[in-house]
């Protein structure tokens, strides 16, 4: 590798999603070889064939032992790759670890050239992670609508109430007892199912 | 007042002390607050002890060693005050390499040399024929899957490095690999060798104990510098997790600690499988034969949580035969020093124990912690130049 080329990147990660935000964020930082491994089989086999100068891995995957073997010298491994730690910054490694992502490097390569990928890296699983949160909550309030839906028409039928006096009744109810209306409303969900 | 700890854990069967401790309420009677983690992969549980998101960690023995000499990684001291587990690995081939096994050997088919012997011959037979040469998994290059592996082969006068291949494969992988033929066996922890016997893609060859009688497998571990921060917290986790092992070793109990291990968030297997392993009593044929062994794999009992330094320096001298690190007197000294009888001995009021115990395998001299390079000189296989 020339000192002004591109170093060849593989990222291992069995979420596509997350890779292909990773992938796009390096290639808009101008590193144009990123290479995805998606398949776990054989993978040091796969990582080999690519040949790479830096491999970065999500700390979900368990093949990040199997990373881990290709410091030690032996007839499978052909380039010494050494995991990216810079002694003497433990923020980094820290930052790295939280954000759930790890890298690993050929022996050798500047410090100068991983610190702004990995930092790349770090700052792209972190906002996937934004990204799952929201959507999880999205999710949840979602779930939440539709049941509070329901148990509005339950009252309404049980009870002759509108809609909108129904939600009262749930909403204040909820407040006496200090409780989210979304509890109230599965509550009455579930009763209703207990007394058919 | 309670203090909150993290503690990281592979769901294994030897994480058992771990998850009772937890789960019996013995960690909560010490004034412990234990929140226990699951992980995927042993770099991910060095790496969070290391950083401190871990309080201690269920560790494999030799990675413990490796972080406090700084192999492979930075270097991060640890101290071990409590074993989690003795023994507790077995080997599993496929069936179409056992067959080959049993055409090729010369006595009992529980004797290690005797199948080492065997494997010998069934390699140079595949390297005549121009066959792919053999592939078995193991779970870490600092493993004792991986020495256990090694020291088994070498001594029917296999080569590891050069007549095999090793490779490194996440336990909850090894079944597929084994099924689908990307490995002809394996060496790994409960209760994945039953899994494979269970699915008609294994036989178990060798229970651990076979080749030595006990070997230390996993450490309960904490970073040497907490350690002496925190000298009350580390007197409350051994005692913890000494109840913990000696419920465990009741046979009235084991039931219980079976259902308590088979749950989804611990190690989520069936909990018949994890009793197989706790009493010792396995399949080892997809036939249903069934081998019993006293010492399969040990929680406690006989002395076997006490910290042994003379194991931590027989897995240093594998390290060394394998190539992964050049002898040294003084980082003999420092790998002895991360097993720490004296701080188990102070939480449970053990009288300390005299003299160095020898460690006998079943193949070459004993091995005696003051002659780690007299020892090595006896092997013809290895990576080490004297």
């Known amino acids: 590798m020339s000192a002004e080329s591109s170093p060849k990147i593989v990222i291992v990660d069995e979420s596509p999603i997350r890779a292909a935000i990773l992938e796009e964020g390096l290639r808009e930082a101008g590193f144009t070889e990123v290479v995805h491994i998606s398949e776990m089989q054989s993978l040091l086999s796969r990582i080999y064939a690519v040949d790479p100068d830096i491999i970065v891995i999500d700390l979900e995957n368990p093949s990040r032992d199997v990373l881990e073997q290709m410091f030690q010298v032996s007839r499978a491994v052909r380039r010494p790759i050494a995991m990216f730690v810079d002694q003497s910054d433990a923020a980094s490694i820290q930052a790295s670890v939280e954000a759930g992502v790890s890298a690993y490097i050929v022996d050798g390569l500047k410090k100068e050239r991983i610190k702004p990928i990995l930092d790349l890296c770090v700052s792209r699983f972190n906002a996937f992670s934004k990204l799952q949160d929201e959507l999880d909550r999205t999710k949840h309030a979602l779930e939440e609508r539709k049941v509070i839906d329901r148990a509005k028409g339950i009252l309404m039928k049980l009870k002759g109430l509108t809609e909108e006096e129904a939600y009262v009744l749930m909403r204040s109810t909820a407040m006496r007892e200090k409780k989210k209306i979304g509890e109230i409303a599965q509550s009455i969900l579930t009763a209703s199912e207990l007394l058919k | ?386």
Request: glycine share 8%; net charge negative.
């Open chain 2, 1 to 386: 007042m309670t203090t909150p700890l993290r503690i990281g854990f592979i769901p294994l069967v030897d994480a058992a002390a771990l998850i009772v401790a937890v789960d019996k309420g013995f960690a909560a009677a010490e004034g412990l607050d234990i929140t226990l983690v699951r992980e995927v992969s042993w770099s991910n549980v060095r790496d969070k002890l290391n950083i401190g998101l871990f309080g201690a960690a269920h560790l494999l023995a030799p990675v413990a060693i490796a972080s406090s000499l700084g192999l492979g990684h930075v270097k991060v001291p640890i101290a071990a005050p409590f074993n989690l587990g003795l023994n507790g690995n077995a080997i599993t081939v496929s069936p179409a390499l056992h067959a080959a096994l049993m055409e090729e050997i010369d006595g009992d088919r529980f004797d290690p040399m005797a199948t080492s012997r065997a494997l010998a011959r069934v390699v140079a037979k595949r390297r005549k024929e121009g066959t792919e040469p053999l592939t078995f998994g193991m779970t870490f290059p600092f493993s004792t899957h991986n020495y256990q592996l090694r020291f088994w082969m070498a001594a029917g006068g296999v080569d590891p490095d050069e007549d095999v291949q090793l490779v490194v494969l996440p336990p909850p992988y090894m079944v597929d690999s084994l099924a689908s033929g990307h490995v002809d066996g394996f060496c790994v922890g409960a209760p994945w060798n039953s899994i494979a016997v269970d699915l008609g893609v294994g036989h178990i060859l060798h229970f651990v104990a076979d080749i030595l009688p006990s070997a230390v497998e996993k450490v309960l571990a904490v970073r040497q510098d907490w350690s002496e921060k925190h000298p009350d917290v580390v007197t409350s986790l051994v005692r913890a997790h000494l109840r913990a092992a000696d419920f465990i070793e009741q046979p009235e109990n084991r039931s219980e600690v079976a259902r308590l291990l088979a749950q989804p968030e611990r190690i989520g297997v069936d909990a018949e499988v994890i009793q197989r392993t706790l009493d010792g009593r396995l399949k080892i044929s997809p036939d249903g034969t069934m081998r019993e062994s006293s010492r399969y794999l040990l929680v406690g009992r006989e002395a076997a949580a006490r910290p042994d330094p003379a194991q931590a320096a027989w897995l240093y001298a594998q390290m060394v035969r394998w190539g992964q690190t050049p002898f040294r007197a003084d980082a003999l000294r420092t790998v002895m020093a991360v097993f720490r009888p004296d701080l188990y001995d102070a939480a449970t009021g053990t009288a300390p124990a005299d003299g160095v115990r020898t460690i006998s395998a079943f193949a070459g001299p004993p091995f005696d912690p003051n002659d780690v390079a007299g020892h090595l000189a006896a092997f013809r296989i290895g990576r080490w130049t004297p």
